[in-house]
């Protein structure tokens, strides 16, 4: 077939690569994503990074508050599309919404589902321990991404992962994966749709700020997950010898010789250049880089030169 006409609807930084491989591989007659929110310490009304994007071509924008009205419904059968790709739109899209393109809604999600549906995939992977995450590229139905998968993609989830960097990865990685899903049906395959199985399904929560707050009676390990996965937001805290702060990178360790047991969770049991060692419920985290309030993130050493009371070594 030729080229399909496209629509594509997202939001975030998440969305852009996935709208730059629709540009590259087939037509696209429209972009819908979320109306303009207020951002920054103005609250100015800031456009999405997909309708910056858009606007730097010549492809119309929508951005209706919901696509639940007959009106909205109409609007898009304007644009007669053939297909219409979904990336982190933020809005449900409706069963007679669904039915609108000839070849139905096709969803980019980052995780292997049934595993990770819902609203912080990549966060909730790093956070559980996952040894893998990846990308699906679903055919959306009513569901909360419950449709069948097209295609996939898996990548290692490395102990260094952030968040952020693990964001930035899987983004590209859908964008691969759906350049890959158009260019077949371009060539007129068709792609087989995999049933999700019912076992080993789990929802993926919104991200809550009263989550990044660091439990010491906690897991060390459990604590670093969580100051990897909410980086960049909503970024861990913790109090350090009194002081609130935010900790941007940490590392779980066995509880190191001279710890003794019973050492009280959140007590400060080494402190050195290396970084900060701080007793949990099992083990010990190893702060490396923090950000006191109003500052910016410094190393573990630099801070120890402003508190060097703390010191050990």
């Not at 952020?164 to 691969?176: E, P, T, W």
């Not at 969580?226 to 002081?243: K, L, Q, S």
């Amino acid at each position: 077939m030729q080229r399909p006409k496209l629509v594509f609807a997202g939001t975030p930084d998440f969305a852009v690569p996935g709208l730059r491989a629709c540009i590259e591989e087939g037509d696209v007659v429209a972009v819908y994503t979320q109306p303009d929110r207020p951002a920054g310490r103005g609250r100015k009304l800031t456009p999405s990074p997909i309708k910056q994007a858009a606007l730097t071509t010549d492809i119309p924008v929508e951005q209706p508050e919901s696509l639940k009205s007959a009106e909205a419904r109409q609007r898009l059968r304007h644009y007669a599309p053939d297909l219409m790709v979904v990336i982190a739109y933020g809005l449900i899209l409706p069963r007679r919404v669904l039915a609108i393109p000839r070849l139905g809604c096709w969803n980019v999600h980052a995780s292997l589902l049934p595993r990770w549906r819902g609203a912080a995939p990549i966060q909730r992977a790093i956070l559980a321990g996952d040894a893998e995450t990846g990308v699906c590229l679903m055919q959306m139905d009513a569901g909360l991404d419950t449709g069948p998968v097209l295609l996939s993609e898996s990548t290692p989830i490395d102990a260094a992962d952030t968040g952020g960097s693990l964001h930035d990865r899987l983004a590209d990685i859908g964008a691969h994966v759906l350049a890959d899903g158009l260019r077949r049906v371009i060539m007129g395959e068709v792609l087989r749709a995999t049933p999700q199985p019912e076992t080993g399904a789990t929802y993926a929560n919104k991200l809550d700020k009263a989550e990044a707050k660091l439990d010491f009676a906690r897991p060390a390990i459990e604590l670093e997950r969580n100051v990897r996965a909410f980086d960049p937001w909503p970024v861990a805290e913790a109090v350090v010898a009194g002081e609130r702060v935010r900790v941007w990178q940490a590392e779980a360790r066995d509880r190191g010789p001279g710890v003794e047991d019973g050492t009280k969770p959140g007590a400060i049991v080494a402190a050195s250049k290396h970084g900060i060692d701080v007793a949990c419920g099992e083990g010990v985290l190893r702060i490396l880089k923090l950000q006191r309030a109003g500052g910016r993130v410094i190393d573990a050493a630099d801070y120890l030169n402003a508190r060097a009371g703390l010191r050990t070594a």
